[in-house]
């Protein structure tokens, strides 16, 4: 599963990643008023891209374009990676950040009575790539990656640190857990 998805960013503190003015009583404006940018939201997953992080994806019934969203509420729909990230003129005349996601999951699509999950294939060829502006590509392998051997997805390498302690919000002494510990119990595959 392949999917091409823009950048929709639409906090006021990060109006560089979406490209929309938000202050006053403008909460929603849906025209951009500047190019979006690698910066904050959109440079974390432009990271993403380049180590080969895996990103969770939520859907939203709201998306009303995609034929992937849920009739109502969220949907979790599973673990994917960013293979290539770009910047183009959008409909309205300004640059805006597009991300081709890949599904790289262990469990079958929510929207598919597969019975097992995502496997690699090859990327698509992007015709909008030729008028593509800061292409971003992976160059080594990626730290989360389909293991032949063991025919699943997970991290070829250790996940990356964290410098921030997750508290368990228990005070009976028990010693806190970090936020790479908490990330590893997760993503911890099951035979």
């Known amino acids: 599963m392949m999917r091409i998805m823009e950048s929709g960013f639409s906090r006021q503190e990060d109006k560089y990643s979406g490209g929309r003015d938000l202050s006053g009583n403008k909460r929603t404006n849906k025209n951009q008023s500047f190019d979006q940018k690698f910066l904050k939201l959109n440079e974390a ?5 380049k180590k080969g992080y895996p990103v969770r994806v939520v859907r939203s019934f709201k ?8 009739e109502k509420g969220l ?26 996601f890949v599904r790289c999951d262990n469990d079958p699509a929510p929207w598919t009575s597969d019975d097992h999950g995502a496997h690699p294939r090859p990327l698509p060829e992007l015709p909008e790539l030729k008028n593509a502006l800061d292409i971003t590509k ?3 392998r990626p730290l989360w990656d389909f293991d032949e051997l063991d025919g699943c997805w997970k991290w070829i390498k250790p996940p990356p640190l964290s410098r921030v302690v997750a508290h368990t919000g228990k ?3 028990k010693k ?11 993503w911890v595959v099951q035979p």
């Open 45 to 49: 997953l432009r990271v993403s891209c």
């Open 176 to 186: 806190s857990i970090t936020v790479r510990e908490k990330l590893l119990k997760e």
């Open 171 to 173: 005070s009976d002494g």
């Open 63 to 70: 998306e009303k374009r995609s034929s992937y969203a849920p």
């Open 138 to 140: 992976r160059k080594e």
């Open 75 to 100: 949907r979790y729909d599973g673990i994917y990676r960013i293979e290539e990230c770009w910047r183009k003129i959008g409909v309205q005349g300004f640059k805006v950040c597009r991300y081709l």
